[in-house]
C-alpha cells in the first residue's frame, strides 16, 4: 500500500496500523522511535515482545514464534478483527513488518499490507505524523492456522536435498560463511539458494510486480513456490521474500520460522560455506 493510498484510509474505522520498526542493535530503538513519532493510529509492535515468543537456549533460534493464544490476545489490544484492513509498516524497507504481515497471513487473515517505502516515505510526502498513543477499540481477531505455510526444522532436516528448494533471504556475505556478526555458526543450509531480501527492493520500495516475480522464478529453477521454503538468521526478514512471492503474484513457500539461528543449535545438522553450487 501506498503512503497516498494509506493517508485516504486514515479515518476509516474498518482500518488498522501498526508500527514495527525495530532494530536487532538495539531493543528499545523501536519503541523510542514510535514515542518520537508515528503514523496516526498506528499502534506499536515490539519485536521481541509481541512478534517473537520466549528464547529457549539450544532449542529455539532468535526470534520464535510466540504462541497463537497470546499473539491473538495482543491483536486483539490493538483492536483487530477479522473485518479490518490491517497496515503494517518499519523504517526499514519491509525488514520487520514483514513478519507482523506473514503472522497474519498465517493465521488467517489476509487483509493485511507493508506500507511501501515505510515511515520515510511517509514523511517524505509530507502526511501526518503523531506522537499521541493510540487507543482503538478492543478487537475479537480470531485465529484459524495455515499450517501449510510453515516448516520446523526437523522436519527440513529429513528432507533429500533434490526434494527441497530452500532460498535464504541473508545478504551474500553471511549466506558464503564470510561474516557472521550474530551467530555462533557462520554458512547457510546445504543446497540453499542465496535470495538476499534487499533485493527486492529498489530504493526502499518494493520491485513492480513483473521484475519481482522474474526474480523469484529464477531463484526457483523450476520448483513451485509452494514447495519452497524460506530462512533467514531468525525468521525475521525471510517473510520479506516471502511478501515478495506475494506482491509477485505467486503461491507463498513456507517459511522456516526457527531459520539458522534454530538449524545451528542441533550439532549433527549440516552447514555449508561458499557459494550455491
Excluded at 99 to 122: K, N, S
Excluded at 123 to 135: F, I
Excluded at 167 to 187: C, K, M, N, S
Excluded at 194 to 201: E, V
Amino acid at each position: 500500500m501506498s503512503p497516498a493510498e494509506l493517508a485516504a484510509r486514515l479515518t476509516d474505522p474498518a482500518l488498522r496500523v501498526v508500527d514495527c520498526r525495530a532494530s536487532l542493535q538495539s531493543v528499545s530503538a523501536g519503541r523510542e522511535a514510535y514515542a518520537t513519532g508515528h503514523v496516526p493510529r498506528a499502534s506499536f509492535a515490539d519485536l521481541l515482545e509481541d512478534l517473537s515468543g520466549p528464547v529457549v537456549p539450544g532449542k529455539t533460534g532468535r526470534h520464535p514464534l510466540p504462541e497463537v493464544d497470546s499473539f491473538v490476545g495482543k491483536l486483539r489490544r490493538w483492536g483487530i478483527s477479522r473485518t479490518h484492513q490491517v497496515v503494517v509498516y518499519d523504517d526499514a524497507g519491509g525488514a520487520f513488518a514483514s513478519r507482523l504481515w506473514w503472522m497474519l497471513r498465517w493465521l488467517g487473515h489476509d487483509a493485511v499490507a507493508v506500507l511501501d517505502g515505510g515511515f520515510a516515505a511517509w514523511v517524505a510526502e509530507g502526511w501526518p505524523v503523531t506522537d499521541e498513543t493510540v487507543s482503538e477499540p478492543a478487537g475479537d481477531f480470531a485465529a484459524t492456522p495455515r499450517g501449510e505455510l510453515l516448516i520446523e526444522g526437523r522436519e527440513l532436516a529429513e528432507l533429500a536435498p533434490t526434494a527441497r528448494k530452500v532460498l535464504d533471504a541473508r545478504a551474500p556475505e553471511r549466506f558464503r560463511g564470510e561474516v557472521e556478526p550474530i551467530d555462533p555458526v557462520a554458512g547457510h543450509i546445504p543446497g540453499a539458494v542465496n535470495l538476499p531480501f534487499a533485493g527486492n527492493l529498489r530504493d526502499g520500495r518494493f520491485l513492480p510486480p513483473p521484475e519481482l516475480r522474474a526474480r523469484l522464478v529464477a531463484a526457483l529453477g523450476g520448483t513451485p513456490p509452494e514447495q519452497a521454503v524460506v530462512y533467514c538468521g531468525s525468521g525475521v526478514t525471510a517473510c520479506h521474500d516471502v511478501l515478495a512471492f506475494a506482491r509477485a503474484g505467486l503461491p507463498l513457500p513456507r517459511l522456516y520460522a526457527g531459520s539458522w539461528s534454530e538449524w545451528i543449535t542441533d550439532p549433527a545438522r549440516p552447514t555449508e560455506r561458499g557459494d550455491a553450487p
